[in-house]
């Protein structure tokens, strides 16, 4: 059992520049969410999704787009990478009932230069 | 009224101490209050979690303080251990609205000394 899987770890971008953050989860979570965390800042979150192919918007969407074609998977895009993208991300998952706990995968480090 | 506003932002507690983090909300319709434990490189684990109709829960030595009339919440770390090091987010969870999105305060890093 996985748990909340992301990839790559590490990852260093050019300006202007596009990638893919790959989460993946395989405990069956219906909610996944994506969170960036800065110093002294708390995680704020990016995009969540309720289950495959319902997505939206969390606090800070810009720059960002996400897809959920499978229950598993939760891709985050950046397109036109920018220096304000360098930041730890976080993928979590959870199941939709009431207090259930939320999973956190491992985090990606970003730096845009 | 969606933050969740956390204090202090670092503290330094020797071995055997008690480590108090607070934190403190505008939005009465929070429904669960939960603590996560981060360190270095990892992500946030669930650490301990309260209710809004609960004064008090405890789970070994992490105890949580919950004050409703004053929507204010607090952690306490009895006899604190260098492994406790981490990073502390307080967090807040509306389950009628945003669906059940969790809303983190900023943050506490401690650092126990030996």
């Known amino acids: 059992n996985a748990g909340v899987t992301q990839t790559p770890k590490f990852r260093i971008l050019k300006i202007g520049q596009s990638m893919t953050l790959q989460c993946t989860q395989d405990m069956n979570h219906n909610y996944m969410y994506w969170y960036r965390q800065d110093p002294g800042m708390g995680l704020k979150l990016i995009y969540y999704s309720v289950g495959a192919g319902i997505t939206d918007k969390g606090e800070v969407p810009n720059g960002y787009n996400v897809s959920r074609s499978t229950t598993e998977d939760f891709p985050l895009r950046l397109e036109l990478a920018a220096p304000s993208q360098t930041s730890v991300y976080f993928c979590a998952s959870r199941f939709g009932g009431a207090r259930a706990e939320a999973f956190f995968g491992q985090g990606t480090r970003l730096t845009v230069v | 009224q969606q933050q969740v506003k956390q204090s202090p932002q670092s503290l330094i507690v020797q071995k055997g101490g008690i480590s108090i983090i607070n934190c403190a909300y505008e939005?009465?319709?929070?429904?669960?209050f939960p603590w996560y434990q981060q360190f270095p490189g990892k992500g946030p684990a669930l650490l301990i979690a309260i209710r809004p109709d609960v004064s008090e829960k405890k789970e070994g030595r992490f105890t949580i303080s919950f004050n409703k009339s004053a929507k204010q919440f607090s952690l306490h770390i009895m006899d604190s251990q260098p492994g406790d090091s981490a990073t502390y987010f307080c967090?807040?969870?509306?389950?009628?609205?945003?669906?059940?999105?969790?809303?983190f305060g900023k943050g506490t890093k401690l650092s126990v000394k030996p």
């Open positions: 967090a807040a969870v509306n389950h009628g609205g945003s669906q059940g999105n969790l809303i």
């Open positions: 939005n009465t319709a929070f429904d669960y």
